[in-house]
Nanobody, 124 residues
Framework: VQLQASGGGLVPAGGSLALSCAASGRTFSNYNLGWFRQAPGKEREFVATISRSGSSTYYADSVKGRFTISRDNAKNTVYLQMNSLKPVDTAVYFC??????????????????WGQGTEVTVSS
């Protein structure tokens, strides 16, 4: 599967941004999906994940209550709505797909396919 992330940009602190990730292929609903981010000089870290049906989600503590992950299987797209953004949220955001398991995972090594990333910059 190929993943294409979009929606990044420059936003002031306290603002909102919505990311999208469109996937190719006919088996999109078979994948658990996740969002990760990587700030300059840091490791790629988990942000959020969503189950195949969209009924289950899990978030990193740092974004819980501010970010919302969702998916539309009819459109082969996963979303990340980011509210109350902080400068520490500045990073390149990546979407990822995981096959072969119904278990949600926060480990980047568990994901099989990755998008190219979209850059988010939050100004103070």
């Amino acid at each position: 599967v190929q993943l294409q992330a979009s929606g990044g940009g420059l936003v002031p602190a306290g603002g909102s941004l919505a990311l999208s990730c469109a996937a190719s292929g006919r088996t999109f609903s078979n994948y658990n999906l996740g969002w990760f981010r990587q700030a300059p000089g840091k490791e790629r870290e988990f942000v959020a994940t969503i189950s195949r049906s969209g009924s289950s989600t899990y978030y990193a503590d740092s974004v819980k209550g501010r970010f919302t992950i969702s998916r539309d299987n009819a459109k082969n797209t996963v979303y990340l709505q980011m509210n109350s953004l902080k400068p520490v949220d500045t990073a390149v955001y990546f979407c990822a797909a995981r096959i072969g398991s119904v278990v949600l995972s926060t480990r980047k090594g568990s994901y099989d396919f990755w998008g190219q990333g979209t850059e988010v910059t939050v100004s103070s």
